[in-house]
């Protein structure tokens, strides 16, 4: 599986920014697909992730309400919509994407950076 992210950006604090994620390969393996981030001197944290099958969305408290992730099955793309953007959502942000068969796919990382 192959993972590559476009929409990052720089973006004023309270502004909007969509991510979005193409995965290619065996992507009928992939069960569920997210996003994480890393901010500088900071350990990567969970941010949102979809299932493919039923759509069961989950969310970091850091980022409820603000943020919206979404799924195109028959696209085999994830989006990440984040509004009402903070500086504290300055980060690279990966994309992943789980196979219970064959294992944990990463994308390259693209920068989101929110000013003040």
């Known amino acids: 599986v192959y993972l590559v992210e476009s929409g990052g950006g720089l973006v004023q604090a309270g502004g909007s920014l969509r991510l979005s994620c193409a995965a290619s390969?065996?992507?009928?393996?992939?069960?569920?697909m997210g996003w994480y981030r890393q901010a500088p001197g900071k350990q990567r944290e969970f941010v949102a992730s979809?299932?493919?099958?039923?759509?069961?969305?989950n969310y970091a408290d850091s980022v409820k309400g603000r943020f919206a992730i979404s799924r195109d099955n028959a696209k085999n793309t994830t989006a990440l919509q984040m509004n009402s953007q903070k500086p504290e959502d300055t980060a690279v942000y990966s994309c992943?994407?789980?196979?219970?068969?064959?294992?944990?796919?990463w994308g390259q990382g693209t920068q989101v950076t929110v000013s003040s």
């Open positions: 992943y994407a789980a196979s219970y068969q064959k294992g944990l796919y």
């Open positions: 390969g065996s992507t009928s393996s992939i069960n569920v």
């Open positions: 979809i299932t493919s099958g039923g759509g069961r969305t």
